[in-house]
C-alpha cells in the first residue's frame, strides 16, 4: 500500500518560488503541493491557482493544511516563520542563510529539535548530482591539504531578477557564502576558523581553516599538528555582465582536484533535497547532513566574518576622518 502524499506549502511568491520551489512542490513523487502564503494575496492567489493549491492569507490557517513548509523568502523573513512552522509540528524545507542573525537561527535549531520536525536546508551545491559524485571520490580519497574557491556573480546587476533587497544590503558572503561553506565543509571538514577581508563593492574574501575529515593521509604526514586543511574563498554578486561564475579545486600530495561546474536548472537539485526531507519525515529521522543545525554552524562563520567586516570597515571609517 503506498502512503498518502505529504501536503507541502509554500511561503513566498517571488521570482526563486516561482522558478524553482512551485515547480518542483508540484512535480515531486510523495508530495501534494497544497497550499500558498505571500505577503500579497494577490501573488499568492495567482501562483496558487496555477497549481490547484490553496492560497492563503492567515498564516494559521496555512500551517493547519499542511504537513511540510518549503520557503523562499529572505532569510530574516524565513526564520521567525519557520520556528513558527517547525512549532506547529511541520517539517521544513529552509533556503541558505537559514537567518541574518545567531539569535534567529539558534531559536529555529530549538524550535526544529525541541519538535522532532526534520529539517533540510537547501545548499544547492550539496544536491546538485555531479557534485554528488565528486564530494563523494574526493572524501573517499582523502589527503586534501587544502582549497580554493571563488563565486563571482552578477546578481546585483539591475537587470537580474534576485536583484533583491536582503542580497543588496547582505551581499555575497550571505548569498554566496552558505553554498561554498557547505561544499569546502564537505570535502575538508568542518570550519574551525575565519579571517575575513573585503574588497570592493561586497567583495568578500575568506580565510577557513578546517577540522578535516578523520583524514589519515594528513595525520601520516604531521599535518594535522599544523591544524588541518585550510582553505581561501572569494564570493562577489557584483561581477558585471561578464562574470565568471563558480569555480573550485582541492589540493594535496595526490594534486588537484577541480569540482565540477554548476548545473543552471536548480529544480533537480532541490528535487533531491525535497525526497529527503520527505523521507525522513516519513522514517521519523530528524538528521540529515544539511539540516538546520548544519546551517545554523554555516551562519556562524557568516556571522563571525561579518563581525571582522564590520571592524575593518569602522577602522577605515575612524581613520578616513582623522
Ligand atoms: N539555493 C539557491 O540556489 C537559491 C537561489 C535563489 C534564491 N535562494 C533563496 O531564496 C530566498 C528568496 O530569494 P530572493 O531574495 O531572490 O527573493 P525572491 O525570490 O525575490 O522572493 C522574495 C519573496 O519574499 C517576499 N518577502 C520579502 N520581504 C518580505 C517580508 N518582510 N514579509 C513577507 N514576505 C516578504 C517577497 O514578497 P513580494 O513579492 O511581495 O516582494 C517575495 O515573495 C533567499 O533565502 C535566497 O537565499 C536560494
Given at each position: ?137 574526493v572524501t573517499?580519497r582523502g589527503g586534501w591539504y587544502g582549497g ?39 570535502v575538508l571538514g ?20 578546517h577540522?578535516g575529515l578523520?583524514d589519515?593521509g594528513l595525520?601520516?604526514?604531521?599535518l594535522?599538528?599544523?591544524?588541518g586543511p585550510?582553505s ?17 579545486y582541492i589540493w594535496g600530495a595526490a594534486?588537484q582536484s ?65
Open positions: 500500500m503506498t502512503a498518502p502524499p505529504l501536503r507541502f506549502g509554500l511561503i513566498g511568491t517571488g521570482h526563486w518560488a516561482r522558478i524553482a520551489h512551485a515547480p518542483v512542490l508540484a512535480s515531486t513523487e510523495g508530495i501534494e503541493f497544497a497550499a500558498v502564503w505571500g505577503r500579497d494575496p494577490r501573488a499568492a492567489a495567482e501562483l496558487a491557482a496555477a497549481y490547484d493549491a490553496v492560497a492563503h492569507e492567515d498564516l494559521e490557517a496555512f500551517l493547519a493544511g499542511v504537513d511540510g513548509v518549503a520557503f523562499a523568502v529572505p532569510p530574516d523573513v524565513q526564520a521567525p516563520i519557520a520556528a513558527r512552522a517547525a512549532r506547529a509540528g511541520k517539517h521544513v524545507l529552509l533556503e541558505k542563510p537559514i537567518a541574518l542573525s545567531e539569535a534567529a537561527a539558534d531559536d529555529l535549531v530549538e524550535a526544529v529539535e525541541q519538535n522532532g520536525v526534520a529539517s533540510v536546508v537547501f545548499f544547492t551545491l550539496r544536491f546538485q548530482p555531479r557534485m554528488r559524485r565528486w564530494l563523494a571520490d573517499a580554493v574557491a571563488a563565486w563571482f556573480g552578477a546578481s546585483l546587476l539591475e537587470s537580474s531578477p534576485f536583484n533583491t533587497p536582503w542580497r543588496r544590503d547582505k551581499g555575497a558572503l550571505w548569498d554566496l557564502g552558505p553554498h561554498v561553506l557547505s561544499l569546502l565543509w564537505g568542518p570550519v574551525t576558523s575565519v579571517i575575513a577581508d573585503a574588497g570592493p563593492a561586497d567583495v568578500t574574501h575568506l580565510v577557513l581553516h577540522q578523520h589519515r595525520h601520516d604526514r604531521g594535522h599538528d599544523r591544524g585550510s581561501v574563498v572569494t564570493v562577489t554578486q557584483s561581477g558585471g555582465e561578464a562574470a565568471p561564475g563558480f569555480e573550485a594534486g577541480d569540482a565540477p561546474a554548476l548545473t543552471s536548472d536548480p529544480t533537480v537539485a532541490l528535487r533531491t533535497a525535497l525526497t529527503e526531507l520527505a523521507q525522513n519525515a516519513r522514517s521519523g529521522r530528524t538528521r540529515h547532513p544539511c539540516d538546520v543545525r548544519f546551517g545554523r554552524d554555516v551562519g556562524r562563520v557568516l556571522a563571525q566574518a561579518q563581525r571582522q567586516l564590520d571592524e575593518r570597515a569602522s577602522r577605515l571609517g575612524e581613520r578616513t576622518v582623522t
